[in-house]
């Protein structure tokens, strides 16, 4: 096995042999499975360390195997399914969320070029020119998995679940891509490959007559994009403190709560994968993607051969540690709040973040006089001061007291209005009732007539 130090390009993908290609497919799989156990014991750890307590320290070596027993474990238990459930679509719902976890993974690269057994192939399972896009598609179609779930399983509070989970899951997800847009303004590709290819090097950039170097990573050239796909990512996965669809005080589990067993373990399965997905999105389009970070890059070889894949995972495993950092420190928001925030903050700074940025690349492409460059760019930020200084602060009115609450109340009231939605029985429940009914009114016409035969007994009486 010999290693080359050459960056995939979009040619370098659909030529490679049917093994290799199967080969590539199961180490992808196979590495989601390890990664997803490795995820749920590391979350369990560093929120025993946080909380100064004892984590996981029984199964296995210092207790590394507790989360691959919880997996075994899970299909084997009961499985419990409701009566009013839509079968089909309550067996379906699960395996979409999966399904669209795994397949986001597919156009994610690991590392450069490289030759196995004689064979020059890419750590890279497939590429496309709108390979972001497929993440995003994946991302959305995910988002039926939760809303069929709690909507098949026949219940007010998975429906309730489903219906907070989509709404926020959509909300979030338009910030998220429009945090991408400024991405492909700069490297001027949607193919992951390409992006990752286009943090190589620095930026040469024009700003007031002076050329310099901009940083390689996005994450430093395009910061607002990369604060708001962070915050994005957090809500898009319905993680703490942004799991509001699965508020164990409010909603029992959420979308899921009539699940379990093996279709419980394929959610719980989907909800890590989907926080690694998001955490190797971000490290391909913001952090440069496989390659070596500072000061390790100065070796000649840190990005060539299998090492990039170190510098990968190592990247992934420091944005999933602050996914649980979160969860261990902040409270969860309310609702309507945090809705809020990601419409009326998150989406207009974005898009007022890519305005700027095709001004400014507008400004750089043309040939224009420093005078005049010097006038667009000041009117710009004296425009930012001005909407920010006059933009209309609202004062929360003041919280009333208890006796005040109530006596607001009117009489014969309840504290907390009573639970009236009712969730429609499935087409095949409806269809069951109506089977049914025909037996039951000859069955009750023929215990009436026997009844009506002759007088009761003593023991017919006491009973």
């Not at 004892?54 to 238990?77: A, H, I």
């Not at 179609?141 to 709404?167: D, F, H, K, N, Q």
């Not at 710009?380 to 919280?399: C, E, H, N, S």
Request: glycine content about 8%.
């Amino acid at each position: 096995m010999t290693y080359l130090a050459q960056s995939p390009t979009l040619q370098d993908f659909g030529n490679e042999v049917w093994w290799l290609v199967l080969v590539k497919v199961v180490g992808v799989f196979a590495m989601l499975l390890l990664l997803t156990l490795f995820t749920i014991n590391y979350e369990r750890k560093v929120v025993a360390r946080m909380a100064q307590r004892p984590g996981p320290n029984q199964v296995g070596p210092n207790g590394w195997l507790q989360s691959l027993t919880d997996g075994l474990k899970l299909p084997f238990k009961e499985e419990i399914i409701p009566k009013t459930a839509d079968k089909v679509v309550y067996f379906l719902a699960p395996v979409i969320s999966a399904v669209c976890a795994f397949t986001a993974f597919s156009v994610i690269p690991f590392g450069p070029t490289v030759s196995i057994f004689g064979e020059r192939t890419p750590l890279q399972l497939t590429d496309t020119p709108v390979s972001v896009l497929l993440v995003l598609a994946c991302s959305g179609m995910g988002i039926y998995g939760v809303v069929l779930a709690g909507w098949a399983s026949g219940s007010t509070y998975p429906l309730l679940g489903a219906l907070r989970s989509s709404a926020q899951m959509i909300s979030y997800e338009v910030a998220m891509g429009l945090s991408f847009v400024a991405v492909f303004m700069t490297a001027g590709t949607m193919s992951t490959s390409e992006i990752v290819r286009a943090q190589e090097n620095g930026n040469p950039v024009t700003f007031f007559d002076m050329e310099f170097t901009a940083p390689g990573w996005y994450c430093v050239l395009l910061l607002p994009s990369f604060i708001i796909y962070a915050i994005s990512a957090v809500g898009e996965t319905n993680r703490a403190p942004f799991d509001l669809p699965e508020a164990e005080s409010e909603l029992v589990g959420g979308f899921h709560t009539e699940y379990s067993s093996f279709k419980f373990a394929m959610f719980y399965l989907a909800e890590y994968i989907n926080m690694i997905t998001v955490s190797a999105v971000c490290t391909t389009l913001f952090l440069g993607g496989w390659r070596a970070p500072w000061p390790i890059s100065f070796w000649a070889g840190a990005n060539s051969g299998w090492w990039p894949m170190l510098w990968f995972l190592g990247k992934v495993l420091i944005l999933l540690f602050g996914f649980i950092w979160l969860r261990a420190t902040l409270p969860r928001l309310r609702y309507d709040q945090f809705m809020r925030f990601g419409w009326k903050v998150l989406i207009p700074v974005n898009l007022v973040w890519i305005l700027a940025l095709a001004g400014i690349k507008t400004i750089q492409n043309q040939t224009t006089a420093s005078g005049t460059r010097y006038t667009i760019i000041g009117g710009l930020i004296l425009a930012v001061l001005l909407i920010t200084l006059l933009w209309p602060t609202r004062t929360a009115p003041p919280v009333p007291t208890l006796d005040q609450q109530i006596a607001r109340r009117p009489k014969g009231s309840f504290p907390v209005p009573p639970l009236d939605l009712q969730v429609p029985p499935s087409p095949r429940a409806r269809r069951a009732v109506a089977e049914r009914q025909p037996a039951m009114a000859s069955t009750t016409s023929g215990a009436t007539a026997t009844d009506g035969a002759g007088p009761a007994s003593s023991d017919e009486k006491e009973v």
